[in-house]
T-cell receptor, first 112, second 115 residues
Framework: DVKVTQSSRYLVKRTGEKVFLECVQDMDHENMFWYRQDPGLGLRLIYFSYDVKMKEKGDIPEGYSVSREKKERFSLILESASTNQTSMYLC???????????FGPGTRLTVL | GEDVEQSLFLSVREGDSSVINCTYTDSSSTYLYWYKQEPGAGLQLLTYIFSNMDMKQDQRLTVLLNKKDKHLSLRIADTQTGDSAIYFCAEGPRGRSNSGYALNFGKGTSLLVTP
């Protein structure tokens, strides 16, 4: 079975803090994705990566950056957290571009 | 991106069939997906259908695709209280700069199954 894990289920941070969200997949998938999920807005793509050290902006990249130094790990970075970044963050991976995406359990981030 | 539309809520009685509907706009989508999200959890892939198919059945789940109308439905037979969750329709993949792919998601349908 494909396994996608995220470093924290719940996280509380203060405004202005630098926040790291980690995602790891164990199936040697090429593609990895970060989405955020908000009530009434569904899932929105923040960034994705199609190979090590490669990344592309999604629909809402502002205020975020990403890092993919190893194939199995994709990190989402909030350089200076703000209250409007309070959300559920979901990581996903897929073997190739046309393959099914598998999701991690999500990290619920609260920024105070 | 293109829009994927779903109704927000559906309530059914235990044992009845549930039908969750979805419309999409990108006719070039290769696959259409149904994901399930239980409270506080991530998204779990339920099933998917390739765009050149019109029906797929998997135990209690039946997916119907009307490509002409860009309409997708998920039927859950003999719905149980454990089926209560949010169901997301998604289309894709959508290419970006000829590399990397993502899915377009609907906003999700909350299914409530009452005893």
């Amino acid at each position: 079975d494909v396994k996608v894990t995220q470093s924290s289920r719940y996280l509380v941070k203060r405004t202005g803090e630098k926040v790291f969200l980690e995602c790891v997949q164990d199936m040697d998938h090429e593609n990895m994705f970060w989405y955020r999920q908000d009530p009434g807005l569904g899932l929105r793509l923040i960034y994705f990566s199609y190979d090590v050290k490669m990344k592309e902006k999604g629909d809402i990249p502002e205020g975020y950056s990403v890092s993919r130094e190893k194939k199995e790990r994709f990190s989402l970075i909030l350089e200076s957290a703000s209250t409007n970044q309070t959300s559920m963050y979901l990581c996903a991976s897929s073997r190739t571009g046309t393959d099914t995406q598998y999701f991690g359990p999500g990290t619920r981030l609260t920024v105070l | 991106g293109e829009d994927v539309e779903q109704s927000l809520f559906l309530s059914v009685r235990e044992g009845d069939s549930s039908v969750i509907n979805c419309t999409y706009t990108d006719s070039s989508s290769t696959y259409l997906y149904w994901y399930k999200q239980e409270p506080g959890a991530g998204l779990q892939l339920l099933t998917y259908i390739f765009s050149n198919m019109d029906m797929k059945q998997d135990q209690r789940l039946t997916v119907l695709l009307n490509k002409k109308d860009k309409h997708l439905s998920l039927r859950i037979a003999d719905t149980q209280t454990g089926d209560s969750a949010i169901y997301f329709c998604a289309e894709g993949p959508r290419g970006r700069s000829n590399s990397g792919y993502a899915l377009n998601f609907g906003k999700g349908t909350s299914l409530l199954v009452t005893p």
